[in-house]
């Protein structure tokens, strides 16, 4: 019958791990522990500013990311968040002033990055019209007089940096620079 | 590609999280803890997965997973100080009647915890310790003193 020594491979049993007081074998290594500790400090110290920036909304949601810009002519002012978070809801809002209503109604160009890149998924209230070209859509809303508002609600779908252009025709370009967090 | 990316993120930041967690002896781990672990999984969830709820999105990221995971385990096996940075290494807590205060303040274990220990593997008293050793798992392994 063959030994168990010629059915599989072997090799000699060496006790590598370091000892406590030349006695027990542990694989006790303070020195390394050490560093990890320092590690683990540095950890905890990123986690804590973490979730500190967090709370303000550096990262989104919160009182940092909120934003307002408007036309000087005071044609459009737009709330907006400055950071947005990938694949989470949002709401651009937008306000028509005195100069944008005429006739009846209010047209508004938005540039195709709010489809695009921060994936809009509905306009609020309906629009009577949306024409495409010159980069972006005309949205054109039944309007009586100001204040009169209307909302786009995101949910972006590329990370990184994507800029919003809305304008009333024949007036000033309102820019909204936003940061899509992964 | 995402769904991938994320999984593994997702696997790599699990470890590090309780890892930096600290050990705790692992037969003491009190519900607050249990809660932790399931929370956090719980969470990381819900980033992995997103909105692609199909069964094609869950079997990728579970074969992600089990790679990275497979990858970890050869690598721990390639590199010692790999595998001491994934696992830890074995601390002493206690050896000949003194604490190792350091390393049981760092790892936020306390004596009760180490007496405790021993009343289970059948010490009635720690002077009749050798050692107390914080094992990689979180258990800890108690060494009665040798009958000379």
Same mark, same amino acid.
């Given at each position: 019958?063959?030994?168990?020594?010629?059915?599989?491979?072997?090799?000699?049993?060496?006790?590598?791990?370091?000892? /406590?007081?030349?006695?027990?074998?542990?694989?006790?290594?303070?020195?390394?522990?050490?560093?990890?500790?320092?590690?683990?400090?540095?950890?905890?110290?990123?986690?804590?500013?973490?979730?500190?920036?967090?709370?303000?909304?550096?990262?989104?949601?919160?009182? =940092?990311?909120?934003?307002?810009?408007?036309? $000087?002519? #005071?044609? *459009?002012?737009?709330?907006?968040?400055?950071?947005?978070? =990938?694949?989470?809801?949002? @709401?651009?809002? @937008?306000?028509?002033?005195?100069?944008?209503?005429?006739?009846?109604?209010?047209?508004?160009?938005?540039?195709?990055? *709010?489809?695009?890149?921060?994936?809009?998924? &509905?306009?609020?209230?309906?629009? /009577?019209?949306?024409?495409?070209?010159?980069?972006?859509?005309?949205?054109?809303?039944? %309007?009586?007089?100001?204040?009169?508002?209307?909302?786009?609600?995101?949910?972006?779908? %590329?990370?990184?940096?994507?800029?919003?252009?809305?304008?009333?025709?024949?007036?000033?370009?309102?820019?909204? &620079? !936003? =940061?899509?967090?992964? | 590609?995402?769904?991938?990316?994320?999984?593994?993120?997702?696997?790599?930041?699990?470890?590090?999280?309780?890892?930096?967690? #600290?050990?705790?002896?692992?037969?003491?781990?009190?519900? =607050?803890? *249990?809660?932790?672990?399931?929370?956090?999984?719980?969470?990381?969830?819900?980033?992995? /997965?997103?909105?692609? &709820?199909?069964?094609?999105?869950?079997?990728?990221?579970?074969?992600?997973?089990?790679?990275? $995971?497979? /990858? !970890? !385990?050869?690598?721990?096996? &390639?590199?010692?100080?790999?595998?001491?940075?994934?696992?830890?290494?074995?601390?002493?807590?206690?050896? $000949?009647?003194?604490? $190792?205060?350091?390393?049981?303040?760092?790892?936020?274990? +306390?004596?009760?915890?180490?007496? %405790?220990?021993?009343?289970?593997?059948?010490? %009635?008293?720690?002077?009749?310790?050798?050692?107390?050793?914080?094992?990689?798992?979180?258990?800890?392994?108690?060494?009665?003193?040798? +009958?000379?």
């Amino acid at each position: 019958m063959p030994s168990a020594d010629s059915e599989s491979p072997t090799k000699p049993v060496e006790d590598s791990a370091s000892r /406590v007081d030349d006695d027990i074998a542990v694989g006790f290594d303070l020195a390394f522990q050490r560093r990890w500790w320092r590690f683990e400090f540095a950890v905890w110290t990123v986690f804590t500013t973490l979730v500190v920036l967090a709370m303000f909304g550096c990262f989104g949601r919160g009182h =940092f990311a909120k934003a307002r810009t408007a036309a $000087h002519d #005071g044609s *459009l002012d737009v709330q907006y968040d400055r950071i947005e978070r =990938f694949g989470s809801p949002s @709401v651009v809002t @937008v306000t028509f002033g005195p100069r944008a209503i005429h006739g009846g109604k209010a047209q508004l160009w938005v540039s195709e990055s *709010l489809m695009n890149a921060l994936g809009n998924q &509905r306009v609020v209230p309906q629009p /009577v019209e949306a024409i495409l070209g010159d980069g972006g859509i005309l949205y054109t809303f039944a %309007a009586t007089k100001p204040p009169a508002t209307a909302e786009f609600a995101l949910q972006p779908r %590329a990370v990184g940096g994507a800029n919003l252009q809305l304008r009333v025709p024949d007036s000033e370009t309102v820019n909204a &620079r !936003i =940061f899509v967090m992964p | 590609m995402a769904p991938v990316l994320r999984a593994i993120f997702g696997y790599c930041f699990l470890i590090l999280i309780v890892r930096i967690a #600290g050990r705790r002896p692992g037969k003491q781990m009190t519900p =607050f803890e *249990l809660v932790l672990i399931f929370f956090i999984g719980g969470c990381t969830l819900t980033a992995m /997965v997103g909105d692609d &709820r199909s069964l094609t999105n869950a079997v990728i990221q579970i074969v992600s997973i089990a790679l990275t $995971h497979l /990858v !970890i !385990i050869w690598a721990k096996g &390639r590199s010692a100080v790999f595998g001491r940075i994934v696992d830890g290494t074995p601390l002493v807590l206690m050896d $000949h009647g003194k604490w $190792h205060t350091e390393t049981m303040n760092r790892m936020r274990i +306390q004596g009760n915890d180490v007496i %405790a220990m021993a009343r289970d593997q059948g010490f %009635a008293a720690l002077d009749r310790i050798e050692y107390a050793i914080l094992e990689r798992n979180g258990e800890i392994s108690i060494i009665p003193k040798s +009958q000379e």
